[in-house]
């Protein structure tokens, strides 16, 4: 039996390419490659939890305090999962249990904070299969 992963949003919208860069798993970031996938959002859009587990908030830049990402760790499957949720102004808190589906925030507006609003708005979804770094595209499902 496969297991999924439950999408971040209602709808699953990838960002491919923008003029700002693309979205998918693996695409360059110039000296590194980008670790995860980015769902298209609208700022204030509801964002759901991908996993059940145990919460962390944190910042996604080090030093910027706006920009929250919401870490989920689970080891109550058969498969041991860590999910990083970026640019979600978070409304769990730090050691809280949330289940799947679970609303968990609210998309942040990432084109204002990096003032370029040609930059599609975003959650970026990073997963870890049992320490793995893996692409989340084909294991994420609508709800």
């Known amino acids: 039996m496969k297991d999924y992963l439950a999408s971040p949003t209602w709808f699953i ?3 491919a390419n923008d003029v700002t860069g693309n979205g998918w ?3 360059s970031r110039g000296s590194r490659d980008h670790e995860g996938v980015d769902y298209v959002t609208t700022p204030g859009e509801e964002i759901f939890a991908c996993i059940k587990g145990i919460v962390r908030i944190g910042n996604v ?3 910027a305090t706006k920009m929250k990402l919401i870490e989920i760790k689970n080891k109550f499957e058969v498969h041991h999962y860590r999910v990083k949720q970026m640019y979600v102004n978070p409304i ?3 050691g809280e249990y949330v289940e799947k589906n679970q609303l968990i925030g609210y998309a942040q507006d990432i084109s204002a904070y990096h003032g370029d ?3 599609k708005n975003h959650c970026h979804i990073s997963v870890w299969k049992n ?4 692409d989340p595209e084909p294991i994420i499902k609508e709800f």
């Open 13 to 15: 919208e990838l960002r």
């Open 25 to 27: 798993f693996g695409a």
């Open 61 to 63: 830049y080090q030093g």
């Open 92 to 94: 769990i808190k730090n």
């Open 117 to 119: 609003k040609r930059m």
């Open 131 to 134: 320490g793995l770094l893996t």
